[in-house]
Structure formats: structure tokens, C-alpha cells
């Protein structure tokens, strides 16, 4: 079966410095890894995936993530957050030979001026 | 990506009553439409996928009595709440199945009084 977790509920960052938020996942076979944001009363856009090739993957806003398979793990990182960045992130699995995305209950990130 | 639209973009309707959210994708001809249901400060919730064509398939705990779903044409499928409930209300989200990706609509806010 598959399966994402997002340990934190919320990440607080200061404007300026260094975000990480975290995903692991379980799934069988090779993963399909996301990463989508959600800014409030609106659906759901896309960041960034990885799906083979690089373990860092570069995607929207600045925003990047990187593939460890030893630890299933898929985090997303920005070198410099902004206020702008606050939003719900989630992160999102699906196995190769699976039909349909698995998301993670989401980490609300909240950057301070 | 592709273009996803969903209307309306908010309802508010009396108990028992039912109410169609259309999800309608605007460049790309989508064989595999997923519907999902987001309640506040949670994740999405899958709760059909639906196959232009065909009949829909179920996540499991989901009426589909109670959510009739229509794919008529590769850019339209339509999720009818029927004989909707205060608990009902929600966050409606459809997604188009891309290559490997997933496009999401910006959500229908359901409101059952």
C-alpha cells in the first residue's frame, strides 16, 4: 500500500532564511514524488515532481526538493523563504504501477516578516 | 499542464437538496478525471475516479448513491452531491490525470445549511 507522511502540522520560518519541510513515503516499486501548494480557498498547484534522474529536483517559486531512496524521503527546501511563500504544502506519492496520488496530511508554512 | 476549471466555485444550498459541480478540462483531453473532498485544515480525500465512459470507481467508505458521477466526454465529468447535508459541506476538488502528473481544479466550496 502506499503511504506519505508530513510529520509537521507547521513550520515557522523568518523572511530570509532557509526553509525545509519534510516528507517520507512508502510505496511499492519506484516512486512518483510531488510536491503541490495550496494557498487559501484554492485549489491545488503544482511545484515540483521527481519521477527518474536527478535525486535534486528544481521546480516553481525557487522551490526544490531532494529524492533519498535509502531514506524514503522527498523533502522540500528553499535557500530564502518569502512572506509570500505562506501557504499549505503537501507532499504526494504514487507508484509506478498505481493509478492514482496519495497525498500527506500537509504542513502549513508560515513565514514571518 | 493542463487547464483545469471547476464550476461553481461556491454553493449554498438548503438541506436535501442536490447539487452538480462541473470540472471541465480546458486544453487537454482527459480520459481519467479523480475527485476529491477536502474538509478544513485536512488533506484531499479521494473519492472516485472517474473514466470517461465508464463508470466511476469508488474510493471505499464513499456513496456513490449519494455522489453520482458523470464523465460524458474527455472534458467534462460532472460529481452530483444528491439529497446533500449539512455534513456534506466541503471542499470539492477534481483532478485531470496528465502523463505523470496530476492538474487540479481551484475547488467548488459546498455549503449545506
Known amino acids: 500500500a502506499q503511504s506519505v507522511a508530513q510529520p509537521e502540522d507547521q513550520v515557522n520560518v523568518a523572511e530570509g532564511n532557509p526553509l525545509t519541510v519534510k516528507c517520507t513515503y512508502s510505496v511499492s516499486g519506484n516512486p512518483y514524488l510531488f510536491w503541490y501548494v495550496q494557498y487559501p480557498n484554492r485549489g491545488l498547484q503544482f511545484l515540483l515532481k521527481?519521477?527518474?534522474?536527478?535525486?535534486l529536483v528544481k521546480g516553481s517559486y525557487g522551490f526544490e526538493a531532494e529524492f533519498n531512496k535509502s531514506q524514503t524521503s522527498f523533502h522540500l527546501k528553499k535557500p530564502s523563504a518569502l512572506v509570500s511563500d505562506s501557504a499549505l504544502y503537501f507532499c504526494a506519492v504514487r507508484g509506478s504501477s498505481a493509478s492514482k496520488i496519495i497525498f500527506g496530511s500537509g504542513t502549513r508554512l508560515s513565514i514571518r516578516p | 499542464g493542463a487547464v483545469v476549471s471547476q464550476h461553481p466555485s461556491w454553493v449554498i444550498c438548503k438541506s436535501g437538496t442536490s447539487v452538480k459541480i462541473e470540472c471541465r478540462s480546458l486544453?487537454?483531453?482527459?480520459?481519467?478525471m479523480f475527485w476529491y473532498r477536502q474538509f478544513p485544515k485536512q488533506s484531499l480525500m479521494l473519492m472516485a475516479t472517474s473514466n470517461e465512459g465508464s463508470k466511476a470507481t469508488y474510493e471505499q467508505g464513499v456513496e456513490k448513491d449519494k455522489f453520482l458521477i458523470n464523465h460524458a466526454s474527455l472534458t467534462l465529468s460532472t460529481l452530483t452531491v444528491t439529497s446533500a447535508h449539512p455534513e456534506d459541506s466541503s471542499f470539492y476538488i477534481c483532478?485531470?490525470?496528465?502523463?505523470?502528473?496530476?492538474?487540479f481544479g481551484p475547488g467548488t466550496r459546498l455549503t449545506v445549511l
Open positions: 521527481y519521477i527518474t534522474g536527478d535525486n
Open positions: 486544453d487537454f483531453q482527459a480520459t481519467t
Open positions: 483532478s485531470v490525470r496528465g502523463v505523470n502528473e496530476q492538474f
